[in-house]
């Protein structure tokens, strides 16, 4: 459905600069620009494909608002890409956390703003890619839609990190251990299958007693 097609979107955009920047190790780092117009032209042409429904309204308008939201899009990979620059570094593998960490709060502050900024309608936050599985939305219970947004990205940002990590295990035969993977798996167990527990066995009861009135 929709959810599945927005997660699957998302995902390819999360992982896209890290494994590019893997696969081509022998290279210079993307340039900024590049960075930029990359994430622009791939944000765009997601938002396309999400909300291409608007086209019976205005098929210009359509193109313009998949526009202005591929822009946060290149907003939040040029700070990713500015993140991986200043923190991931193979002398200090923990300062990758802060990489991981910051990519996701940067996403979730992106989100808010955008939510703010255009209307206040949330326009499909990656929250929304989880509705069909309510497991992983136990978490929206005490970090609201925020919370589960900054999980999915602090976890796919770890299955990036991971892929990376298994390149260069493959191509230098050198041990590694990947802290991000490891922090972001464990943030998503603990935020949807740990905190079924909580919402789960609870007491209910009704909230109000109704009555139907036949008159004469």
Known sequence: GAGDLLCFLLFLRVLVFPLARALSMDLPSPSYKSVAWTSLAMG??????????????????MLMFAGMMGTFFMLWALGAAWMSRRFVSEDKRWEGLLFALGSAALWVVLEHVRSWFLTGFPWLPLAASQANRPVMLQGATVFGQWGISFMLVLFNVGVAAYMIRIIAWAREKKKSYCPEFYVGLGTMVAMSFLMTRMSTGQKTEALFHAGVIQPL
């Not at 765009?44 to 086209?55: D, M, P, Q, Y």
Request: no cysteine; glycine share 6%.
């Open 44 to 61: 765009w042409l997601s938002w396309i494909v999400l909300i291409f429904w608007l086209r019976h309204v205005t098929f210009v308008g």
